[in-house]
């Protein structure tokens, strides 16, 4: 159990201390007490996950989520992309889609719910890809499809094509910070009408987004949205992913935060732009808050939160045109996790033999264990070790603890601005205690929430 010590100030600018504990998401008052809130009665009897490691493997079933790797080819070298020195596995093309197929036929004994689409670039594969999406299609009829690209090869022959298979389609572009992670399509005159003409397909049903992260150089997610605001002109517009990068390599080192001072001022800055309300385009600080209030209202105990990518889930399922059974998307079959194992994991043809053992579930970190952002960060990427994990955990906790902060203003009225417990002083001290973010009382308008008691 992790309780911490929550120094906070109420609407009338006085000291108030409360207490919370990550592993119950019990919010208490000084004398121990319940904090007065809506709590919501809920059965958590059942639903603990599994917590995999390399000695206890994670399984696999027939999936609800099948993420299909194309293959790492990709037409740009972005500076912090996931999968810049993963080594690359055989090749696959259109003639391997048959046997796929075949596979999936004998081996599934459910349809996915949801198929996504991977590369690299996937539209490097379009070749592969139309008839593979083709045959899924009309196996799977019901089934969602999505995929990311970088944009700069959508034509208006292969958006009619994206439409009409039924795609969602994620635009990876970090608006402002986009230099930082490689060549700006928008900057092509061809490749910006490509883009701009999908998204006029795509809009109205909300099948598209621009996914934007956030990193050392592109800290305002407000600025995020302008920027995609300016773009389209579409102030409905939906703009994906928005977290802070996890490191993978050195690219990845050089665009997280620096300093306590970087991340002091990346904390403030978020919390003021939650505040005012000016990123509610943006899904993940939706879903934070979101998160938050239904972790606390509910009564969330640790124990059913798995990853937050979700691919420690038995029946999230990634695989290449092989049938090889990967770690995630991001990884080929012949890549090692930094813990030594490989990341091909087994094979489609028997999903019962299939163990993961490249990941660390968060609940063997202690760092996670004794973290108070644990009930909405839920860990970093699952198979990361030593440096590159440690600097994907401090950006993590950056990221995460303005909307904490933020949750607790909305559901009490107090502005925490110190957590006390078994936490470095950068970490305990939130904002620097030089600023204080308890000066005076804020206009609260924070992100609007919509909290299922379902």
């Known amino acids: 159990m992790a309780r911490f010590q929550l120094k906070a100030h109420d609407r009338r600018g006085q000291d108030v201390s409360l207490s919370y504990d990550n592993q119950t998401s019990e919010l208490l008052d000084s004398d121990g007490s319940p904090w007065p809130l809506p709590y919501v009665d809920k059965s958590w009897s059942v639903g603990a996950i599994e917590a995999i490691s390399q000695s206890s493997p994670g399984a696999k079933s027939s999936p609800a989520v099948l993420k299909i790797q194309l293959g790492l080819s990709c037409n740009y070298a972005c500076d912090y ?111 910006k009408a490509g883009i701009l003409d999908l998204y006029e397909r795509l809009a109205p049903q909300r099948r598209i987004s621009f996914n934007a992260m956030v990193h050392r150089t592109n ?24 977290a802070f990068v996890d490191p993978y390599d050195a690219g990845g080192l050089a665009n997280s935060l620096q300093s306590d001072d970087q991340a002091f001022a990346f904390r403030r800055q978020s919390l003021d732009e939650i505040r005012r309300g000016r990123i509610v385009s943006l899904d993940v600080a939706r879903a934070r808050m979101r998160d938050w209030v239904k972790s606390i209202l509910e009564r969330q105990p640790a124990s059913v939160l798995g990853q937050k990518c979700g691919m420690d889930n038995a029946d999230n399922l990634a695989v290449d045109l092989h049938g090889n059974v990967l770690t995630c998307q991001n990884v080929s079959a012949v890549s090692m996790a930094p813990n030594g194992e490989s990341h091909k994991a087994g094979h489609l043809s028997d999903l019962s033999s299939v163990a993961v053992k490249t990941s ?90 919509g909290v299922s008691h379902a």
């Open 81 to 191: 992309c996931s999968q810049r020195f993963v080594p690359h596995a055989e090749e696959t093309t259109k003639d391997d889609v048959p046997a796929f197929m075949a596979l999936l036929e004998a081996n599934l004994s459910e349809s996915p719910q949801r198929i996504e689409f991977w590369g690299g670039e996937p539209l490097v594969y379009i070749k592969t890809l139309k008839p593979l999406a083709e045959h899924l299609r009309a196996k799977f009829p019901n089934a969602s499809f999505g995929m990311v690209t970088n944009g700069t090869l959508l034509t208006p022959e292969i958006n009619a094509w994206l439409d009409e298979m039924g795609f969602g389609v994620g635009i990876s572009h970090d608006g402002p910070g986009q230099s930082a992670r490689g060549p700006d399509p928008l900057e092509d005159a061809q490749a």
């Open 360 to 449: 660390t579930h968060w609940s063997h970190r202690q760092e996670c264990v004794n973290c108070p952002v644990l009930q909405a960060c839920k860990g970093a990427c699952m198979f990361l070790e030593g440096p590159l994990w440690e600097a994907a955990c401090d950006n993590a906790y950056s990221d995460h603890v303005s909307f904490f902060v933020a949750a607790f203003e909305h559901l009490t009225g107090c502005s925490v601005y110190r957590i006390e417990g078994d936490l470095p002083e950068s970490r305990s001290d939130i904002f620097g205690l030089s600023v204080e973010a308890s000066q005076g009382v804020p206009e609260r308008r924070v992100i609007p929430i």
């Open 219 to 242: 800290t305002s997610r407000e600025a995020i949205a302008q920027f995609f605001l300016k773009l389209t002109g579409d102030p409905t517009l939906v703009i994906g992913e928005g």
